[in-house]
C-alpha cells in the first residue's frame, strides 16, 4: 500500500474462498501485486500439523492477523469478526508463546484493540462477520 501498486491483499490458506479470489485478483492485476499470507508452521510454532487450518483461523478470529486488499488506491477488510475470540485461545496452542503471563496476555490484547479500532477508522466500512462465517 505504501508504493501505491495496484493491488496487494493478505490472504490465510485457511480461508481458501477468499485466498483463491486473491490469487486470481493478484494473477489478473495490471501491473504489480503483493500478496502477503499467513501459513502456520506446525514445526515452528509447535503444534501437531493436524491443526494448521484450525490455527489458520484463530489468527483471523482473535484478530492477530487481518484479512484485507488494498485496490484502485482502497483499503477494505474483508472479514471482520463481530467480536475477538480471546487471543490465549491462538497464541496459547502454540509452545513458542507458553512462556507468556496473564498480564502479558491482556497487553497483546490491548494492542490488538487499539490497531483494529485505528484501521476501521481508516479503511472502507467493514460489517462484522460470526466465527461460523469467518
Known sequence: MAHRIPYCATASPAYLADFL???EKAKNTDGPSFLHILAPC???WGFASDQTLEIGRLTVQTG??????YENGKAK???V???FKPVQTYLGRQKR???LTPQEWAIIEEQRSREWAEMKGKWS???PVPFDQA
Open 42 to 44: 506446525p514445526t515452528g
Open 81 to 83: 469478526p463481530r467480536e
Open 125 to 127: 466500512p467493514v460489517i
Open 21 to 23: 479470489r486473491k490469487v
Open 64 to 69: 492477530l492477523w487481518f484479512l484485507a486488499e
Open 97 to 99: 508463546f507458553k512462556h
Open 77 to 79: 477488510l474483508n472479514v
